[in-house]
């Protein structure tokens, strides 16, 4: 009896009988799979497999030593009937001649060993896809179809034999069972990447992937499943059409993935009702000839031309003290202050002396040359914002104007600190109006923006900053490829970049503005526009300065109370030239039979400076209808184009300088949209009228490329992104080399692939054309660019038709 209680008797005392098998809990079998997978793969010795596989079985199989182990065999289901729950001392033995018993008989398990012997035995070519399984019997018609298997699968399905029993099955199995089982066994998968594919309502084949985990429970419910009914089968019992409809249920939906793969999110149900678009062979095609880059009018020779802004500064603030520079109004259109050049070129003096001498940390300065400043004015106080600018460049500091801040979380004010923070600014110059305006923290300070970098705000007012000694003057230098300031730009994308703009730059372009529109001394100008950027900037702040204009800067916060303000400062000042966007128009139409004694006689020049938009047609005509009346000649509406990179990159000639007339020209808005040119004729209504934006500006060099991939030369009839070659263009994104190799060095080609030119090429984003007499059309933006089904359209398009079209009318189809 000592014999007995050898190591193989033990394990033969501790194999689960079929029943305890069948209800072992599912974390029990699952550590039990786990053993096994680690014994045949070497990870723990044979002892330890069976030590470890003791312990877990233990609390399930009953204590029998000393038992004989063919008795022991025999009486296995009595045993396990009394041994399912550990403890429980009210188990009753069920009659061994009930359905429940028969269940949980050992002809269950020796079935499915039975048959997973053969199919060891058999050597069945690997089927390459999945098949139903349909048998005519009346048992077949009730089964399950085949599970998800796999190489994984037939790994799980002989574990999970192993641990149902060890005994060999000694009967015969029914032979319509054994059909049925290989049938089922041959219409499986073995792909050894674990992936079924099964049908899906759509008709597509849906691939998931199964982890192995899921490959054995799945094989163990398919286990089962077939067992049992593998033993109604055999002994007898008819098979209930119910319990088959739920184990059906039961292995459709482990069949189904908890979570399709990633890529099944992304595909359409219903692609296969989608229509493809297939190119149209009637749409209209390029037919012209390749467009020849494009040169402005040389460079005049001015005498006694300044060698920079700030030395211009210093002629017209030491020789002409007293001379208008800038007149800035209240919200009520009266004069608030004229800030007259001498006044611009000491106070500018005072404020570039206290930022490098009084500003301080830690005993060193606080600033040195080339550092960047933010500027923050508000729109109506454009004297303290021009004294801060000039007071940077004699500084040499870089200006960095931005907006004010509304709110400490504004989304906007997150991207402008974005870029104070790639450019490294620490110092903020306002007004002390401003500043009280800022929201603050507790200690009174003002408060940090999301976003935005810890800055020291520095109030530019007379009573902060120190007149410096009479042995100090600022330094005068001839313009270089410094940095003179950094625009700002926001993206369609929301994003904020800084565009860098030289010295050399900046002077150029002053220089071809003035030659362009004729500018002399002591002239008037109104400027209804920011004077922080762009048009408004580059006419109203450093043009003016370099030849001594009087500028009337008009606040936004004017024009909404008073729409006619700036009509009426160009009356009462005999403004000469007069900067103003096409809305501005629109919003004076408006309110101008409110004024009758108001003349515009004395313009020469009235500069839209939105001009590219095809909707300033509109109001350029609409304001010349109403006005003309009063004084305003046709030839003085001089619309422009322009872009932050390239800045302006055509403009509209006044009358005297002998160009030709202004032209229009009337496009097919489905040629258009295939990036083609064909006139047409105002009757219809898919065209779009625009106006031309003039010529190119002097010194520089313009050609049309194509929007997409290498950028060739387009062809004469052939709408394509502008470029343009000049001095007086922006030099780089501050900070993002990768972006301003794409947008300020671009080597357009002719269709050979032979670069046109060794210079590079800036782009303007604006889509357009060169059309007769060397004009140039704008007829879109890149950033408003839209692409359907392959065609193009811009959406300032859908503007241009919101404008042309009566309110009480349809808007038709096509425009």
Same mark, same amino acid.
């Given at each position: 009896m000592?014999e007995?209680t050898?190591?193989g008797l033990?394990?033969m ?6 029943a305890v098998a ?12 786990e053993?096994?997978l680690?014994?045949?793969e070497?990870d723990?010795? +044979? ?5 470890k596989?003791?312990k ?6 009953p204590?029998i030593?000393?038992?004989?182990p063919?008795?022991q065999?025999?009486n ?13 001392k009210h ?5 061994a001649?009930t359905?429940d018993?028969?269940?949980?008989s050992?002809?269950h398990?020796e079935?499915?060993?039975a048959a997973l ?5 058999r050597k ?10 349909l048998v005519?019997? @009346?048992?077949?018609?009730c089964t399950p179809?085949?599970t998800?298997s796999a190489s994984e699968?037939?790994?799980?399905l002989?574990? +999970?034999?192993?641990?149902?029993t060890s005994t060999?099955?000694?009967g015969?199995g029914?032979?319509a ?5 290989? =049938?089922?066994i ?10 079924s594919?099964?049908?899906h309502?759509?008709?597509?084949s849906?691939?998931t992937t199964n982890t192995? $985990?899921? &490959?054995a429970?799945?094989a163990?419910a ?5 067992a049992?009914?593998m033993a109604h089968?055999q002994?007898g019992?008819?098979v209930? *059409?119910r319990?088959?409809s739920k184990?059906q249920?039961l292995?459709n ?5 908890k979570?399709?793969?990633?890529r099944?999110f992304?595909v359409d149900d ?5 229509d ?5 062979p009637?749409q ?8 020849s ?8 020779v001015?005498?006694?031309w ?6 211009a500064l210093q002629r017209?603030?030491?020789t002409?003290?007293?001379?208008? /520079? ?5 919200n009520?259109g009266k ?12 106070r500018s003096q005072?404020?570039a002396?206290t ?7 830690r005993n ?10 933010a500027?923050v004015f508000?729109?109506?106080?454009p004297?303290?914002f021009m004294?801060a600018f000039y007071?940077c460049?004699?500084?040499e500091l870089?200006p960095?104007?931005?907006e004010?801040?509304?709110t ?5 004010s997150?991207?402008i600190?974005?870029l ?9 110059l306002?007004?002390d ?7 603050k ?5 003002v408060?940090?923006?999301?976003g935005?970098? =810890? ?8 009573k902060?900053v120190v ?5 100090w003057?600022?330094?005068?230098r ?5 940095? $003179?300031y950094?625009?700002?730009k926001t993206?369609k ?6 565009i860098t ?5 900046m ?8 030659q362009?529109?004729?500018y ?5 100008i109104?400027?209804v ?12 702040v450093l043009?003016s300065?370099m ?8 606040p936004y916060?004017? %024009?909404?109370?008073n729409?006619?303000?700036w ?22 139409l408006?309110?101008q039979?409110?004024q ?7 313009l020469r020049?009235?500069i839209v &400076?939105?001009g590219?938009n095809p909707?300033?047609i509109?109001? /350029?005509?609409?304001?010349?209808n109403?006005?003309?009346a009063?004084g ?9 184009a322009s @872009? *932050?990179e390239a800045?302006?990159?055509?403009i509209?000639r006044?009358?005297?300088?002998g ?8 496009l @097919?808005?489905?040629?258009? *949209?295939?990036?083609?040119i ?5 009757e219809?209504? @898919?065209?779009l009228?625009v106006q031309d934006?003039?010529?190119?500006m002097?010194? $520089? ?10 950028p ?11 470029c ?6 922006g030099?780089?994104?501050y900070?993002l080399?990768?972006?301003?190799k ?7 080609v002719?269709?050979?692939g032979?670069p ?11 889509l357009?054309?060169?059309g007769?007499?060397?004009l140039?059309?704008v007829?879109?933006? %890149?950033?408003?660019l %839209?692409?359907v089904?392959? =065609?193009?359209h ?5 503007? &241009?038709t919101a404008?042309?079209?009566?309110? %009480?009318?349809?808007v038709?189809?096509?425009?």
């Amino acid at each position: 009896m000592a014999e007995r209680t050898s190591t193989g008797l033990l394990t033969m005392m501790l194999e689960p009988t079929p029943a305890v098998a069948m209800t072992l809990p599912a974390e029990v079998r699952e550590k039990l799979a786990e053993l096994e997978l680690e014994l045949s793969e070497g990870d723990i010795t +044979q002892k330890g497999y069976e030590k470890k596989r003791g312990k877990l079985l233990a609390p399930y199989i009953p204590q029998i030593q000393g038992v004989d182990p063919s008795l022991q065999i025999d009486n296995r289901i009595q045993a396990s009937t009394q041994a399912v729950l550990p403890g429980s001392k009210h188990n009753k033995s069920r009659a061994a001649n009930t359905r429940d018993e028969r269940f949980r008989s050992d002809l269950h398990t020796e079935a499915v060993q039975a048959a997973l012997a053969k199919y060891k035995e058999r050597k069945m070519p690997m089927p390459s896809k999945r098949r139903s399984v349909l048998v005519q019997s @009346s048992v077949e018609a009730c089964t399950p179809p085949d599970t998800s298997s796999a190489s994984e699968d037939e790994g799980s399905l002989r574990r +999970q034999g192993r641990l149902a029993t060890s005994t060999p099955y000694q009967g015969h199995g029914h032979p319509a069972v054994e059909h049925w089982f290989n =049938r089922v066994i041959q219409g499986s998968s073995t792909s050894s990447s674990a992936s079924s594919t099964s049908s899906h309502p759509g008709g597509r084949s849906v691939t998931t992937t199964n982890t192995t $985990a899921h &490959a054995a429970l799945n094989a163990n419910a398919a286990a089962t499943a077939l067992a049992d009914l593998m033993a109604h089968t055999q002994l007898g019992v008819p098979v209930n *059409s119910r319990v088959s409809s739920k184990i059906q249920q039961l292995l459709n939906t482990l069949k189904r993935p908890k979570r399709p793969p990633l890529r099944e999110f992304f595909v359409d149900d219903f692609e296969e009702l989608l229509d493809v678009q297939e190119p149209d062979p009637n749409q209209p095609k390029p037919e012209g000839q390749q467009m020849s880059p494009l040169e402005g009018e040389h460079h005049g020779v001015v005498n006694k031309w300044p060698p920079s802004l700030p030395a211009a500064l210093q002629r017209w603030g030491t020789t002409q003290p007293k001379s208008s /520079c800038l007149t800035a109004l209240d919200n009520a259109g009266k004069p608030v202050y004229t800030l007259t050049y001498g006044k611009l070129w000491t106070r500018s003096q005072k404020l570039a002396y206290t930022l490098l001498n009084k500003l301080s940390t830690r005993n060193e300065p606080l600033l040195v040359p080339g550092d960047r400043v933010a500027l923050v004015f508000p729109n109506n106080d454009p004297v303290m914002f021009m004294v801060a600018f000039y007071g940077c460049l004699l500084a040499e500091l870089v200006p960095v104007p931005i907006e004010v801040p509304l709110t400490r979380k504004d989304a906007g004010s997150q991207q402008i600190g974005f870029l104070l923070g790639s450019c490294g600014v620490t110092l903020a110059l306002t007004t002390d109006a401003c500043q009280k305006g800022l929201p603050k923290a507790q200690t009174g300070e003002v408060a940090t923006f999301k976003g935005w970098p =810890r800055l020291l705000w520095f109030v530019t007012d007379g009573k902060h900053v120190v007149k410096p000694p009479k042995d100090w003057h600022p330094p005068i230098r001839e313009a270089s490829n410094d940095i $003179a300031y950094i625009e700002y730009k926001t993206s369609k994308e929301g994003s904020t970049m800084g565009i860098t703009v030289s010295h050399s730059a900046m002077l150029a372009h002053c220089h071809a503005l003035t030659q362009a529109c004729g500018y002399t001394e002591a002239e008037t100008i109104t400027n209804v526009l920011d004077f922080k950027r762009e048009a408004g900037l580059w006419h109203g702040v450093l043009t003016s300065v370099m030849n001594r204009m009087h500028v009337i800067s008009i606040p936004y916060s004017l %024009m909404k109370v008073n729409p006619l303000s700036w009509i009426q400062k160009v009356h009462t000042y005999k403004a000469r030239v007069a900067v103003v966007k096409s809305r501005d128009m629109h919003w004076s139409l408006l309110a101008q039979r409110d004024q009758r004694d108001i003349s515009l006689s004395s313009l020469r020049m009235l500069i839209v &400076a939105d001009g590219a938009n095809p909707w300033s047609i509109s109001s /350029c005509d609409a304001f010349l209808n109403v006005f003309q009346a009063r004084g305003l000649r046709p030839e003085v509406i001089c619309p422009c184009a322009s @872009s *932050s990179e390239a800045m302006t990159v055509a403009i509209r000639r006044p009358p005297e300088m002998g160009v030709p007339p202004p032209g229009k020209a009337v496009l @097919s808005m489905g040629g258009l *949209s295939h990036s083609v040119i064909r006139v047409d004729t105002e009757e219809k209504l @898919s065209v779009l009228t625009v106006q031309d934006v003039g010529q190119v500006m002097p010194g $520089a060099v313009v050609c049309v490329v194509r929007v997409e991939g290498t950028p060739y030369l387009c062809q004469t009839d052939e709408v394509g992104e502008i470029c343009v070659s000049s001095g007086s263009t922006g030099v780089a994104y501050y900070g993002l080399p990768g972006m301003t190799k794409n947008v300020f060095e671009t080597i357009p080609v002719m269709s050979s692939g032979v670069p046109i030119s060794d210079r590079p090429f800036t782009r303007t984003s604006l889509l357009g054309f060169v059309g007769p007499d060397s004009l140039v059309f704008v007829v879109g933006k %890149m950033d408003g660019l %839209m692409v359907v089904s392959g =065609r193009r359209h811009n959406a300032d398009d859908v503007v &241009a038709t919101a404008l042309a079209v009566e309110p %009480m009318k349809f808007v038709y189809r096509g425009r």
